[in-house]
């Protein structure tokens, strides 16, 4: 009888700390804005739409418009892709990453999930990227 109880015990609070897990990535996918600086153009316009697809993984579509100085028409790119989360150390602090293209390090894109929701642009080296410009991609949905 023991032996059910600690079994069922241990099954409850398995389920328990899975949906904690899920509920603490479901504020995770969303549209975000922000721009980014750009040393042959005025200004880079990127939107990042994250989606879910598990409880930390899950699609993104990161469109990248590049605006110029004096002309009229901008280039736009647009790339897509799989995200994972993961908890890293930035800065010596517990933090949760979003990294775009996870599976490719060469190509891998970095963001600190902030506590304001907001995403915070890294370097390859996981270091907030420093720029005269708020380079925060700001959650819109």
Same mark, same amino acid.
Request: hydrophobic share 35%; charged share 25%.
């Given at each position: 009888?023991?032996k059910?109880?600690?079994?069922?015990?241990?099954?409850f609070?398995?389920?328990i700390?899975?949906?904690?897990?899920?509920?603490?990535?479901?504020?995770?996918?969303g549209?975000?804005?922000?721009?980014?600086?750009?040393?042959?153009?005025?200004?880079?316009?990127?939107?990042?739409?994250? #989606?879910?697809? %598990?409880?930390?993984?899950?699609t993104?579509?990161?469109? @990248? *418009?590049y &605006?110029?100085?004096?002309? +009229?028409?901008?280039?736009?790119?647009?790339?897509?892709?799989?995200?994972?989360?993961?908890?890293?150390?930035?800065?010596? #602090?517990?933090? %949760?990453?979003?990294v775009?293209n996870?599976?490719?390090? @060469? *190509?891998? &894109?970095?963001y600190?999930l +902030?506590?304001d929701?907001?995403?915070?642009?890294?370097d390859?080296?996981?270091?907030?990227?420093?720029?005269?410009?708020d380079c925060?991609l700001?959650?819109?949905?």
């Amino acid at each position: 009888m023991r032996k059910q109880i600690l079994i069922l015990l241990t099954c409850f609070f398995t389920v328990i700390a899975a949906h904690a897990q899920e509920g603490k990535y479901a504020t995770v996918p969303g549209v975000y804005k922000g721009n980014m600086p750009c040393e042959e153009c005025k200004i880079i316009e990127t939107e990042l739409e994250l #989606t879910y697809s %598990t409880d930390s993984t899950g699609t993104f579509s990161l469109r @990248d *418009k590049y &605006i110029s100085e004096g002309s +009229k028409e901008a280039i736009s790119s647009r790339i897509k892709g799989e995200y994972a989360i993961h908890s890293d150390v930035i800065n010596t #602090t517990k933090a %949760t990453v979003i990294v775009l293209n996870y599976d490719n390090e @060469d *190509k891998a &894109i970095y963001y600190l999930l +902030k506590a304001d929701g907001n995403l915070l642009p890294l370097d390859k080296e996981k270091r907030p990227i420093t720029a005269q410009i708020d380079c925060t991609l700001k959650r819109l949905l």
